[in-house]
T-cell receptor
Framework: ETGVTQSPTHLIKTRGQQVTLRCSSQ?????VSWYQQALGQGPQFIFQ???????GRGNFPPRFSGLQFPNYSSELNVNALELDDSALYLC???????????FGQGTRLTVV | AQSVTQPDIHITVSEGASLELRCNYS??????LFWYVQSPGQGLQLLLK??????LVQGIKGFEAEFKRSQSSFNLRKPSVHWSDAAEYFC??????????????FGKGTKLSVKP
């Protein structure tokens, strides 16, 4: 059984650009959540997808958007990048809403 | 709003010494509580969780945590620390309302350093 995998591992983008981060959920998991972890902080919930529908959203602006595909993999898209978007982005998958979350290794995004 | 507080930003202990990392939460009902560990540049690994029942919870790598409702605490303990335990530790609670409902609210973390 494979775990949660994220790609790419590192990424450098310029302010104003757009970025797409990808996550493959653990086998059999139909729920994916995304978190942003700024340097020196705990992870903050961005949004969750359950069976291809957004199922909850934290305090992030609309330029943070996502998708979940029929195989339950997911994308996080961020438009109009700002310097403060520099962070580790973590994806977590679970068997259902509220059940134990398994985290990927994260994507380190640097905005310059 | 629900929150998790980890009062200690950085703790240093000697190898072989005991460890206690503090965690306080704000919550009305019985919370679902977690401790995660993060090594540098890595994702989060679940150490242990509390949903209900016995308030002393055993986890992986020799860690345990005790849920104390009267103190709104869920402190993490280990009787003898190993050098490989050096990492950052996060306490989290499942949000029970609002847009984050069902997802995790994390504390800011405690960085553990281990002296030889």
């Amino acid at each position: 059984e494979t775990g949660v995998t994220q790609s790419p591992t590192h990424l450098i983008k310029t302010r104003g650009q757009q970025v797409t981060l990808r996550c493959s959920s653990q086998s059999g998991h139909n729920t994916v959540s995304w978190y942003q972890q700024a340097l020196g902080q705990g992870p903050q919930f961005i949004f969750q997808y359950y069976r291809e529908e957004e199922n909850g959203r934290g305090n992030f602006p609309p330029r943070f958007s996502g998708l979940q595909f029929p195989n339950y993999s997911s994308e996080l898209n961020v438009n109009a990048l700002e310097l403060d978007d520099s962070a580790l982005y973590l994806c977590a998958s679970s068997l259902g809403v509220g059940s134990e979350a398994f985290f990927g290794q994260g994507t380190r995004l640097t905005v310059v | 709003a629900q929150s998790v507080t980890q009062p200690d930003i950085h703790i240093t202990v000697s190898e072989g010494a005991s460890l206690e990392l503090r965690c306080n939460y704000s919550y009305g009902a019985t919370p679902y509580l977690f401790w995660y560990v993060q090594s540098p540049g890595q994702g989060l690994q679940l150490l242990l969780k509390y949903f209900s029942g016995d308030t002393l919870v055993q986890g992986i790598k020799g860690f345990e945590a005790e849920f104390k409702r009267s103190q709104s605490s869920f402190n993490l303990r280990k009787p003898s620390v190993h050098w490989s335990d050096a990492a950052e530790y996060f306490c989290a609670v499942v949000a029970d309302y609002g847009g984050s409902q069902g997802n995790l609210i994390f504390g800011k973390g405690t960085k553990l350093s281990v002296k030889p």
